[in-house]
């Protein structure tokens, strides 16, 4: 087993920066890639960014390529989410995600992760 726990959201406005963090414990936390979702409502849940176990490979979505950033520290067993030049449109719940598949062909699906936290909010005024 392993529990994910987000924290790091809020509100900001729009141009400012957010970093949120997943603090993972249970399981060996390098044995998992990490992947960041976020679900606005009325919308599908849909991967912002992943990160491999090693921390070697990366992945971003198309609208935030360029703005968020994905890291990951194994001393500390935690992934990083950093927002900067947020946008209204990055208004969102934020959820962290574990896999055992360390394929980026199948980080955008929802199935192949096994273990999710609870979320954290964050909303962007404009």
């Known amino acids: 087993q392993v529990q994910l726990v987000e924290s790091g959201g809020g509100l900001v406005q729009a141009g400012g920066s957010l970093r949120l963090s997943c603090a993972a414990s249970?399981?060996?936390?390098?044995?998992?890639?990490m992947g960041w979702f976020r679900q606005a409502p009325v919308k599908e849940r849909e991967l912002v960014a992943a990160?491999?176990?090693?921390?070697?490979?990366?992945y971003y979505a198309d609208s935030v390529k360029g703005r968020f950033t994905i890291s990951r520290d194994k001393a500390k067993n935690t992934v990083y989410l950093q927002l900067d030049s947020v946008k209204p449109e990055d208004t969102a719940v934020y959820y962290c995600?574990?896999?055992?598949?360390?394929?980026?062909?199948?980080?955008?699906?929802?199935?192949?992760?096994?273990?999710w936290g609870l979320g954290t909010q964050v909303t962007v005024s404009s």
């Open positions: 249970g399981r060996s936390f390098s044995t998992y890639a």
């Open positions: 995600a574990a896999t055992p598949r360390n394929s980026p062909a199948i980080w955008g699906s929802r199935i192949q992760y096994d273990y």
């Open positions: 990160i491999s176990r090693s921390g070697d490979r990366t």
